[in-house]
T-cell receptor
Framework: AQTVTQSQPEMSVQEAETVTLSCTYD???????LFWYKQPPSRQMILVIR??????QNATENRFSVNFQKAAKSFSLKISDSQLGDTAMYFC????????????FGGGTRLMVKP | DAGVIQSPRHEVTEMGQEVTLRCKPI?????LFWYRQTMMRGLELLIY????????DSGMPEDRFSAKMPNASFSTLKIQPSEPRDSAVYFC??????????????FGEGSRLTVL
């Protein structure tokens, strides 16, 4: 079974600064997907970024980028130029192509962006 | 395109009452998931369906919980009888297998359940 670990329950960052959220996972699979989801106080979960394991290039979406280290099974999220609207819970998630469409989520990191 | 629609947004009920939560997935999606979120336990997968068929219900806490998906556009999660420890936010999510959005879950806004 796959596991996803987010070792930082809470983090804070000053507005306009950069913050990195950590995620590690454990799997014996070689073909999989990784995701970061954001859950703001309004509580609806939305996708931030996704990474296919077969792609070596790190995914980026505007101010959000990942550092995908396949050998180390690490998938960190970097938020640049943090904004107050980035305050949310962030969940890392893993999907094996052999597991249907069932995601395994980490425990989440609560990020507070301070003005 | 409308997203995943859940109802009710909020439900307050008394212990012992039956609770029914509803979900309409995104049209064309072939997977539907029910999650429960609490402060203590985080995000838990309760059950998921593929093409209306339950695939894995190992996360359903006990026999008081049941879920159905009578057709591709509707699912229910029922708790009977409800207990205070069932208080949580219940999320429905849907996804599409294959294609560029493989594995991407689209969540509803959740149903906040409070059992007194």
């Amino acid at each position: 079974a796959q596991t996803v670990t987010q070792s930082q329950p809470e983090m804070s960052v000053q507005e306009a600064e950069t913050v990195t959220l950590s995620c590690t996972y454990d799997t014996s699979e070689n073909n999989y997907y990784l995701f970061w989801y954001k859950q703001p106080p309004s509580r609806q979960m939305i996708l931030v970024i996704r990474q296919e394991a077969y792609k070596q290039q790190n995914a980026t979406e505007n101010r959000f980028s990942v550092n995908f280290q396949k050998a180390a099974k690490s998938f960190s999220l970097k938020i640049s130029d943090s904004q107050l609207g980035d305050t949310a819970m962030y969940f890392c998630a893993f999907l094996s192509v052999n597991a249907g469409n069932m995601l395994t989520f980490g425990g989440g990191t609560r990020l507070m962006v301070k003005p | 395109d409308a997203g995943v629609i859940q109802s009710p947004r909020h439900e307050v009920t008394e212990m012992g009452q039956e609770v029914t939560l509803r979900c309409k997935p995104i049209s064309g999606h072939d997977y539907l998931f029910w999650y429960r979120q609490t402060m203590m336990r985080g995000l838990e997968l309760l059950i998921y369906f593929n093409n209306n068929v339950p695939i894995d219900d190992s996360g359903m806490p006990e026999d008081r919980f049941s879920a159905k998906m009578p057709n591709a556009s509707f699912s229910t999660l029922k708790i009977q009888p409800s207990e205070p420890r069932d208080s949580a936010v219940y999320f429905c999510a849907s996804s599409l297998a294959g294609g560029p959005k493989t594995g991407e879950l689209f969540f509803g806004e959740g149903s906040r359940l409070t059992v007194l």
